[in-house]
């Protein structure tokens, strides 16, 4: 089977159940896994963009540094995704920026995640779905509380 246009993906993942696959990219994309149909379009950089440029202050240089961070994940799309094991919840990790927990249903965030240094390279949930740990090129491995 072969997906069309799934977007740069570099990261897949199956949810629990096997309905969907989920590819990263930009955008993250959600695919039916048996009829290959794509069912949903993730716009997280555009969520992104939009919370940090509402962090950012009149100031000009501080709306330099994050444009130039915007800038930066334009460039780049989002590098893992997992499914908890209730298959509601998709986290997808982005390069330096934060680890977004998507609900998807609502297709919304509901918690982000900061404090590697460099490149989050591996996510996972917990079997029980109350934990998600992340691995990052820094060196560091960190588990998160799942809201």
């Not at 609900?103 to 998600?132: C, R």
């Amino acid at each position: 089977m072969t997906l069309p246009n799934t977007g740069n993906g570099f990261s897949i993942a199956y949810s629990p159940d096997g309905v969907l696959l989920a590819t990263t990219g930009r955008p993250v994309k959600l695919w039916h896994a048996k009829t290959r149909e794509e069912i949903l379009k993730l716009d997280y950089m555009s969520k992104i963009m939009n919370e940090r440029m509402q962090l950012a202050t009149r100031e000009i240089d501080k709306l330099q540094v994050q444009a130039r961070n915007v800038a930066m994940m334009m460039m780049n799309g989002a590098d893992n995704v997992a499914f908890s094991p209730d298959g509601n919840i998709l986290a997808v990790s982005h390069g330096d920026g934060p680890i977004n927990l998507w609900d998807i249903e609502t297709q919304t965030i509901i918690k982000s995640f900061t404090g590697h240094k460099w490149t989050v390279k591996s996510i996972a949930f917990a079997p029980d779905g109350k934990t998600l740990a992340s691995g990052s090129v820094d060196g560091s491995i960190l588990i998160w509380e799942v809201p």
